[in-house]
């Protein structure tokens, strides 16, 4: 494999090795299945550190284009033929090079950005994306609800409205926090638009380059993303039966000075997991003991089916370290894009400051919209009925799995959210039973998209709230077949492995 690196150029040498690879890989040059030149031998080769080389290949693993595996090598991944590149233009002009030559950041590959696309084309069972229901979308609620605060408030709500939020929405939402026992003040809430802008946010204000934060892994990959900023050290802390595990957590904030902690303590995304309530007092102990602040994100935290409610960790802070974040996006809503950050007031304050020069303020129809509603009982009747829908749904996801899946795909079913999480045997890849899949019409996402350190292969996610019944059992059996031929193959393979090794030794 030849490459070429220019030290002259203003562009990071590992983003070199990368961007030359990925193009290899795109035309073709270097073939599914093909195993690439180990790092260490590579880094030699081109005379650099072999972090260097370690840092392209991560990130080539990250896109999904390249796989490693202990004790064998580094592969070109079978997903790797699905990334199509974009389709080049008949020139490029001088301008591109000069814009080139000015951007901050080297882009990241979005491949699951493009998976989640492929959603939308005709005839596929997507279980990629955690989206709303449009069994219950309540397009009438939302126009009768914007007649009335028009015919209100009138041209008022087409104007700029107040950086920290509509205060009619901040009163509602206040005594929402408080019957989930977080006693807020009004100046301790701050509307946003939605929690991708909440955690942008937080980065902006709290994390800077030399700053380490802890989160869970696998995570929302939407997170990773705005956490991996250059100079910020994320820490991986992996998610177990009772979500972070907090042994290793607090092995982290003993060894490094973490800046941040960031959880999702109710129906993890991507495994679904809950955080009990002995897990939630510690980590909160952990925070004060060690002055470390806390980000929660608790968007899937009102879409419980079943179980006992457990408190918001803002609820157990008693030194103002938990930074609560929500959503109305997961209720059915996402198109308002509004959320809301509860803290301390000086965070709340600085949080606002940087919302101000972002944005101004979040659309205030909006807010107004959903104040109507929440007001006038119409969101929580809304929530109970897409409790109910939702949990028919798993049911639905959960009694297809049962009689189409192996036993060895081992299928963690939440009590609450939208998606489950399904574990392979070890030597099973998701990202390879996607290529099979998608030749059948059914897409999903696979683990290694969530992890942004160490990413493991052998698991999926499948989201279910917005199929219909009968798609959610077609796409689990075509599946189920997928999944029971591969696990043939992989046993194949173990009997051929431990037959040659009986050889060997002989």
Same mark, same amino acid.
């Given at each position: 494999m030849l490459l070429t690196l220019d030290s002259s150029l203003h562009k990071p040498l590992y983003v070199q090795i990368r961007d030359q690879i990925r193009e290899r890989i795109m035309a073709g040059a270097i073939r599914v299945g093909e195993r690439l030149e180990p790092s260490r031998e590579l880094a030699k080769r081109l005379g650099v550190h072999r972090t260097t080389v370690g840092n392209a290949y991560a990130e080539l693993e990250a896109e999904g284009l390249i796989q490693g595996t202990v004790g064998r090598g580094t592969f070109v991944s079978p997903l790797a033929s699905q990334l199509k590149?974009?389709?080049?233009?008949?020139?490029?002009?001088?301008?591109?090079?000069?814009?080139? /030559?000015?951007?901050?950041?080297?882009?990241?590959d979005d491949a699951l950005g493009r998976l989640m696309a492929s959603a939308f084309q005709p005839g596929v069972i997507?279980?990629?994306?955690?989206?709303? #229901?449009?069994?219950?979308?309540?397009?009438?609620?939302?126009?009768?609800?914007?007649?009335?605060?028009?015919?209100?408030?009138?041209?008022?709500?087409?104007?700029?409205?107040? #950086?920290?939020?509509?205060?009619?929405?901040?009163?509602?939402?206040?005594s929402q926090l408080r019957?989930?026992?977080?006693?807020?003040?009004?100046?301790?809430?701050?509307?946003?638009?939605?929690?991708?802008?909440? *955690?942008?946010?937080?980065?902006?204000? &709290?994390?800077?380059?030399?700053?380490?934060?802890?989160?869970?892994?696998?995570?929302?990959p939407?997170?990773?993303?705005?956490?991996?900023?250059?100079?910020?050290?994320?820490?991986?802390?992996?998610?177990?039966?009772?979500?972070?595990? *907090?042994?290793?957590?607090?092995?982290?904030?003993?060894?490094?000075?973490?800046?941040?902690?960031?959880?999702?303590?109710?129906?993890?995304?991507?495994? /679904?997991?809950v955080m009990p309530l002995a897990a939630r007092q510690?980590?909160?102990?952990?925070?004060?003991?060690?002055?470390?602040?806390?980000?929660?994100?608790?968007?899937? /935290?009102?879409?419980?089916?079943?179980?006992?409610?457990?408190?918001?960790?803002?609820? *157990?802070?008693?030194?103002?370290?938990?930074?609560?974040?929500?959503?109305?996006?997961?209720?059915?809503?996402?198109?308002?894009?509004?959320?809301?950050?509860?803290?301390?007031?000086?965070?709340?304050?600085?949080?606002?400051?940087?919302?101000?020069?972002?944005?101004?303020?979040?659309?205030?129809?909006?807010?107004?919209?959903?104040?109507?509603?929440?007001?006038?009982?119409? &969101?929580?009747?809304?929530?109970?009925?897409?409790?109910?829908?939702?949990? +028919?749904?798993?049911?639905?996801?959960?009694?297809?799995?049962?009689? +189409?899946?192996?036993?060895e795909a081992v299928c963690v079913y939440p009590q609450g959210g939208m998606s489950a999480w399904v574990e392979l045997p070890a030597g099973l890849d998701a990202a390879e039973l996607l290529v099979k899949a998608q030749d059948c019409g059914v897409i999903f996402a696979p683990s290694q998209y969530f992890y942004f350190q160490q990413p493991q292969h052998n698991a999926f996610r499948l989201c279910f709230t917005a199929l219909p019944d009968h798609q959610i059992e077609r796409g689990v059996t075509i599946l189920g077949e997928l999944l029971k031929a591969a696990m043939r193959k992989n046993g194949k393979g173990r009997k051929k492995s431990a037959a040659g090794a009986n050889v060997a030794l002989v």
């Open positions: 590149s974009p389709p080049p233009r008949a020139r490029r002009s001088t301008n591109d090079f000069f814009w080139d /030559g000015l951007f901050v950041e080297e882009p990241r997507s279980f990629a994306a955690s989206h709303a #229901s449009l069994e219950l979308s309540p397009v009438d609620l939302v126009r009768r609800a914007t007649d009335r605060v028009l015919r209100r408030e009138g041209a008022r709500l087409l104007q700029y409205g107040p #950086s920290d939020g509509y205060p009619p929405l901040k009163r509602y939402l206040q019957r989930d026992g977080i006693p807020a003040e009004l100046d301790e809430i701050l509307i946003t638009n939605g929690c991708q802008q909440s *955690l942008d946010l937080l980065r902006r204000s &709290l994390v800077t380059a030399g700053d380490t934060v802890a989160c869970e892994n696998p995570t929302y939407g997170l990773s993303r705005v956490f991996d900023s250059p100079g910020v050290r994320m820490i991986g802390v992996p998610v177990g039966a009772e979500g972070m595990d *907090l042994d290793l957590l607090q092995a982290v904030i003993e060894q490094s000075k973490v800046k941040l902690i960031m959880t999702s303590p109710n129906f993890q995304n991507p495994t /679904g997991r510690r980590l909160c102990d952990l925070a004060t003991r060690f002055q470390t602040p806390v980000a929660e994100d608790d968007i899937y /935290g009102a879409l419980r089916y079943h179980g006992r409610e457990l408190p918001p960790l803002k609820s *157990l802070d008693t030194a103002g370290l938990v930074i609560y974040l929500n959503s109305f996006s997961k209720v059915g809503f996402p198109g308002l894009r509004v959320g809301w950050i509860v803290a301390s007031r000086r965070v709340i304050e600085r949080l606002r400051a940087a919302k101000q020069r972002a944005d101004l303020h979040t659309n205030l129809l909006g807010q107004a919209v959903l104040e109507e509603l929440g007001r006038g009982g119409w &969101l929580n009747k809304l929530l109970r009925r897409t409790r109910k829908l939702y949990e +028919h749904k798993l049911g639905v996801l959960r009694g297809a799995a049962e009689q +189409h899946f192996p036993p």
